[in-house]
Every structure is written in C-alpha cells, then in structure tokens.
C-alpha cells in the first residue's frame, strides 16, 4: 500500500527513486530521476497550486514516493496532499493498472463506492482517474498516466480529502489541473553541473 493512498495504490514493481526537483521559472515544478542499471531515466513537469509546496527530496522520500505537493505546514497526514508516484511499465494497460488498484481498494473496504474522475489530456500522455468513495467517509482520487510505451515508465498521481470538506470541489479542480498540466521527458544525465532533464514532450 503506498502512503498516498490508505487502501490503493498496490503497484506492479519498484517504485522508481527521485533525483532531485527542478523549480519552472513560471511557479511549476519539474521531478526527474536518473536512469540505472534496471529503470529508465524520466522527468514529469506540472503546475504547483498558488500558495502549495512541492517536495522530493525530504518529506516525498520519507514516505517512499516521487513527490508531494501540499498546501500550508506539512503535517505527515495524506489529506489534501497530491502525490506522485512513477515506476517501470509492467501491466499491460491502464485498464489493468485500474482493475488492480481497484481490486485491493475492494478487498479492504467491499462497502466502497467507486465513479469516473473526468479529465482532459494532452496526447501523447494517456490517463485513467476514479473516485474511490469510503466507507469512512474519506475519499480517494487517483489518476494512472500512459506517457508511452518507449518511455518505459507509468505513473499515478493520488489525493485523499476528507467527503465532508468544505471546498471539495475547488481542491478537486487544483488537482485535476496538477493532473492535466502534467508532462513527460525523457531525462538525459549529460553530466552537466545542474543536470537539468532534457527532452521532447
């Protein structure tokens, strides 16, 4: 179970280590992580919410995830934090990485309801989200993303708010916007000083 998620996320292979993050001189944030001897290098730039934190490097790692995005202090509990997962291709669509997500979610809580998260993406990126509504009253949203097959990578972004928030609606939106604004680069290691990711979109 990844932290991003209390009940989901049960994901095929090794979750992929983050290099570094690269802060966009728009306010965006770029992640990267470099390639080894079994994992490819890759790098996934988005927009950070106004006023929100993004981090590799301290809490995301901690919690054994690529990146989180985060609004006010960081207060090591998942709500309201946008999560970044990536790791090597391993299922043969986005349609299994769901089933499969889906699939733990149910065994834990068989009560659950589950709906459609509607987004709208720029190819080549393909993406896949649900709602995941528990019986707790917490729900999760998690979007799985295709950049394709050469890139030898898929990745999931994930949030858990509380049903009864307040602004749900607006903190779905930013989130969806983190989701839609996301693109994929292949991260070559040129040995630069700054070892910026480089690549085509």
Not at 109 to 127: E, I, T, W
Not at 167 to 195: C, H, I, S, T
């Amino acid at each position: 179970m990844r932290w991003s998620l209390r009940a989901g996320l049960f994901l095929a292979g090794v979750l992929l280590s983050t290099a570094a993050v690269q802060a966009r001189a728009d306010g965006g944030v770029i992640a990267y992580g470099k390639a080894d001897d079994t994992s490819p290098g890759w790098a996934i730039s988005t927009d950070v919410p106004k006023g929100w934190t993004a981090d590799c490097c301290q809490y995301a790692r901690a919690i054994g995830v690529n990146l989180v995005i985060y609004r006010g202090e960081w207060t090591g509990e998942p709500d309201q934090v946008i999560v970044l997962n990536v790791w090597p291709r391993k299922l043969p669509s986005l349609d299994a990485e769901s089933q499969d997500d889906r699939k733990h979610y149910l065994q834990r809580d068989p009560a659950a309801k589950f709906q459609p998260f509607v987004l709208h993406v720029s190819k080549p990126m393909a993406c896949q989200g649900s709602i995941y509504q528990g019986t707790d009253h917490v729900d999760d949203v998690v979007v799985f993303c295709d950049p394709g097959e050469a890139t030898g990578i898929r990745l999931s972004w994930s949030m858990t708010l509380a049903a009864n928030t307040p602004n749900r609606e607006q903190v779905l939106d930013l989130f969806r916007n983190v989701v839609e604004q996301g693109r994929y680069m292949k991260y070559e290691d040129k040995q630069a000083p700054e070892n910026k990711p480089k690549g085509k979109h």
